[in-house]
């Protein structure tokens, strides 16, 4: 399993761990090898354990014998982002019209919408998080305080849409229990409530991990309620950007990459995050024309997550 959440075993967790790329690899590794666990908690919905080493704190969470890195925070650099699909999730500032709003559902220690908050301070950004002990955490270990046009709400992500009458140019979806997404986070209906929350000429972005047949229908699912989807590798993982209306040329986003790092100083330089982009709409070799579109009624995750992918290759960039 990929994602934030990269697993190791709880029999192994003093041992090495692989496939985790940071700012300083190192760092990492040692932190949840060698690391001091400082808290834990079980909560009505997670196992949680919070680790620290040096400088480096992490948010994970036990499942099945299993620990899924959440969140990892810099305390001395509250301006990196060590788990790397994280940066890939701010490449969608360059597709929407403006930026007045970002909606982030699934809030974990909070870093990648504390980043967004603390590079565009003017824009209004909210967080949706249901285990209210994340909160608490995120609070007391991950730099994350109270400040102007920055909101975290104690709520399901969909039970939150459903009762709002908001919009939002940016919705970010990053929630996952362990290895799992909620299924009614990741459903026809699901999808069609998200689009009708945003406003004309937002986007919608979204970490999936790729390694099970769940990806194929996640992707089809998404693609029955916005008509583009694009993907970004990173490092293991893979961030779709979803967007209605016609396909964004690549000099659009180009040139609409260069003026908002100009004008926002975006740590992690849009206009690189943008050369990663690639082209795989379902239908494709990439996309298994045959995966199920999953509908509240019809949503196997579990089952789909732990059928194994095998010899899947990504096809060179378009």
């Not at 699909?85 to 360059?94: D, K, S």
């Not at 609409?256 to 740590?267: E, G, N, W």
């Not at 990439?286 to 992918?309: G, K, S």
Request: hydrophobic fraction near 40%.
């Amino acid at each position: 399993m990929f994602r934030g959440a990269h697993r190791i075993a709880l029999l192994s967790i003093f041992s090495a761990i692989a496939g985790i790329t940071l700012s300083s690899q190192a760092a990492l590794a040692g932190l949840l090898n060698n690391g001091q666990l400082i808290d834990s908690k079980e909560s009505l919905y997670n196992n949680i354990y919070v680790y620290k080493q040096g400088s480096y704190v992490s948010l994970t969470f036990g499942y099945n014998n299993t620990i899924y890195t959440e969140s990892t925070y810099n305390t001395r650099d509250e301006g990196e982002l060590p788990l790397v699909y994280t940066r890939y999730m701010t490449a969608g500032l360059i597709y929407p019209e403006k930026i007045n709003s970002i909606l982030e559902i699934g809030f974990g220690g909070g870093r990648t919408s504390w980043y967004l908050h603390r590079a565009l301070p003017k824009v209004a950004v909210t967080s949706v998080e249901l285990d209210a002990e994340i909160i608490q955490m995120a609070r007391k270990y991950f730099g994350i305080r109270d400040e102007p046009n920055f909101t975290v709400a104690n709520k399901d992500g969909r039970i939150f849409l459903t009762g709002t009458k908001m919009h939002y140019d940016v919705i970010m979806i990053d929630a996952y229990r362990g290895p799992f997404v909620p299924f009614h986070l990741l459903t026809k209906e699901f999808y069609q409530i998200v689009a009708e929350h945003l406003s004309p000429g937002g986007i919608v972005v979204q970490n999936v991990a790729p390694d099970t047949m769940l990806f194929d229908s996640a992707v089809k699912t998404i693609h029955s309620a916005f008509p583009q989807v694009e993907f970004y590798p990173a490092d293991g993982n893979i961030v779709t950007v979803a967007y209605a209306g016609h396909r964004r040329s690549r000099d659009d986003l180009i040139r609409v990459a260069a003026q908002r790092q100009a004008q926002f100083h975006m740590r992690y330089n849009l206009s690189e995050l943008l050369k990663a982009r690639q082209l795989y709409p379902p239908g494709t070799t990439v996309i298994d024309p045959h995966a199920q579109v999953l509908t509240d009624d019809f949503a196997p995750v579990e089952a789909l997550h732990a059928i194994e992918r095998h010899n899947r290759k990504w096809p060179n960039k378009q």
